[in-house]
């Protein structure tokens, strides 16, 4: 049986990139956070912790919210991008 990986899968997904950003992260909200639930529960790794702060990249977005749910300090201004932007997953 041949498997295909979960990032082989999403390798082949089409993003329409807008330049408005449809996820903003308070990172002064963050600096309080002792767990960084954001980090562990995004599947598409957006979010990465360096020298104790987040980053976040919405590049790759897959548009699932997992992050907002997540996010227990309020941290996240979480919504959908704009009608013909973001991630098309009929090619995936």
């Known amino acids: 049986m041949n498997t295909i990986s979960i990032e082989d ?13 449809h996820i903003r992260i308070d990172e002064d909200i963050c600096q309080t956070c002792n767990h960084h639930a954001c980090i562990y529960v995004c599947p ?25 749910v ?8 979480w919504t959908l ?5 973001g991630i098309c997953y009929q090619y995936g």
């Open 44 to 68: 598409a790794n957006c979010y990465k912790l360096s020298d104790g702060r987040i980053t976040f990249s919405y590049e790759g977005c897959l548009e699932c919210g997992s992050c907002n």
């Open 81 to 85: 991008p704009r009608p013909g932007f």
């Open 9 to 21: 899968k999403l390798a082949v997904n089409k993003f329409d990139i807008d330049k408005d950003v």
């Open 70 to 77: 997540a996010c227990d300090k309020g941290a996240i201004d």
